[in-house]
T-cell receptor
């Protein structure tokens, strides 16, 4: 079945530690996105990529980094510079300018 | 500034009690309006896309409509399994880059 796979489902970060969230899609979509979801707030865009080896900052990119070496993969690293990383992280993909398909999310918490 | 506002924030309905959720938007260069359903701890699931004023889409007990300023998600005779958060998003054409703007959602609880 085609879809988007995010892992892990739950992740804990110690202070000063970088952690990486995985996102893989087999939908052959060109565009991929990372969103952050906090209670009572809308989804906020962290980074997006429209083609391999290219990505752009979203509205809240500070403290995060990404790579897009393969069409299928778009990992997100939450760095130690992100001081408030506790949130639900969602990866999505789409054909350019079409509806978003979302993964099942990763809940990141700080120890 | 591009903005999407959903109301109400939360809604409790008795099973069978029909109602509507609202999504109002201000955006330049609207390309499409999307409705999603999100269950707790899961990713949003696509429901509908609307592209132009007057357009309507239906799926089971749900019907989405669009005007130039807002969209409604009508829920007819809801069941407890319709309980979820419903998200609205608009896609704007910003200087050739397609940007999605999400509302904060409406949490729907349907009581048996």
């Amino acid at each position: 079945d085609g879809g988007i796979t995010q892992s892990p489902k739950y992740l804990f970060r110690k202070e000063g530690q970088n952690v990486t969230l995985s996102c893989e899609q087999n939908l052959n979509h060109d565009a991929m996105y990372w969103y952050r979801q906090d209670p009572g707030q809308g989804l906020r865009l962290i980074y997006y990529s429209q083609i391999v080896n290219d990505f752009q900052k979203g509205d809240i990119a500070e403290g995060y980094s990404v790579s897009r070496e393969k069409k299928e993969s778009f990992p997100l690293t939450v760095t130690s510079a992100q001081k408030n990383p506790t949130a639900f992280y969602l990866c999505a993909s789409s054909w350019t300018a079409e509806k978003l398909f979302f993964g099942s999310g990763t809940q990141l918490s700080v120890l | 500034e591009d903005q999407v506002t959903q109301s109400p924030e939360a809604l409790r309905l008795q099973e069978g009690e029909s109602s509507s959720l609202n999504c109002s938007y201000t955006v330049s260069g609207l390309r499409g309006l999307f409705w999603y359903r999100q269950d707790p701890g899961k990713g949003p699931e696509f429901l509908f896309t609307l592209y132009s004023a007057g357009e309507e889409k239906e799926k089971e007990r749900l019907k989405a409509t669009l005007t130039k300023k807002e969209s409604f998600l009508h829920i007819t005779a809801p069941k407890p399994e319709d309980s979820a958060t419903y998200l609205c998003a608009v896609q704007a054409d910003t200087s050739g880059t397609y940007k999605y703007i999400f509302g904060t959602g409406t949490r729907l609880k349907v009581l048996a």
